[in-house]
């Protein structure tokens, strides 16, 4: 049973440019949310995707934006990128029925580094 | 608004102490509590969670959590520490109201092991 997966796993990319990062959720699951880690820090809430929707946002600008496919999988697209958003991203999955204490299940993120 | 104070970034134990990493948190009502563990290069991955049960919550690994109200707290603990307890944990807060399902995530407490 594949848990969540997320490609690629580092990315390179120069300041202005914009990015996709892709996640794969875990089998069962239909719900998708992104967090951003940077280094030192805990991870931080950026968005919540349902039924192919965004359902909740974090404080994150609108340059941040995502997509969820009908088969679960979700994007996350950074336009305009600055030096500060060099970071861990990172995808996790749950069930929704499961409720709000059902645990997130993590992928293993996408090293962001902004030159 | 939630937070989530974890004391002390880095903590050092001897292989065989007691390992004991503290979270306090911050909310209006009595949320639902996380603790994650992350290594080098990977994902987070859930040890335990208070879901109001059983204030003193088993995990993985041989770590168990203790829910106190009166002092807000959340602190880790295990009785024997092991090499491959090395490790980033993080403590974790989501409202137990209903429509969020965002998790707040402490800075984290860096553990090492020392043989």
């Known amino acids: 049973d594949a848990g969540v997966t997320q490609s690629p796993t580092h990315l390179i990319k120069t300041r202005g440019q914009q990015v996709t990062l892709r996640c794969s959720p875990k089998s069962g699951h239909d719900t998708v949310s992104w967090y951003q880690q940077a280094l030192g820090q805990g991870p931080q809430f950026i968005f919540q995707y349902y039924e192919e929707e965004e359902r909740q946002r974090g404080n994150f600008p609108d340059r941040f934006s995502g997509h969820q496919f009908p088969n679960y999988s979700s994007e996350l697209n950074v336009n305009a990128l600055l030096l500060g958003d060099s970071a861990l991203y990172l995808c996790a999955s749950r069930t929704l029925r499961d409720g709000q204490n059902s645990p997130l299940h993590f992928g293993n993120g996408t090293r962001l580094t902004v030159t | 608004a939630q937070s989530v104070t974890q004391l002390g970034s880095h903590v050092s134990v001897s292989e065989g102490a007691l390992v004991l990493l503290r979270c306090n948190y911050s909310?209006?009502?009595?949320?639902?509590l996380f603790w994650y563990v992350q290594y080098p290069n990977q994902g987070l991955q859930l040890l335990l969670k208070y879901t109001s049960a059983a204030t003193l919550v088993k995990g993985i690994n041989g770590f168990e959590a203790e829910f106190k109200k009166s002092e807000t707290s959340f602190h880790l603990t295990k009785p024997s520490a092991h090499m491959s307890d090395a490790a980033e944990y993080f403590c974790a807060v989501s409202p137990s109201g209903a429509g969020s399902y965002q998790l707040t995530f402490g800075k984290g407490t860096k553990l090492s092991v020392i043989p």
């Open positions: 909310s209006s009502v009595p949320p639902y």
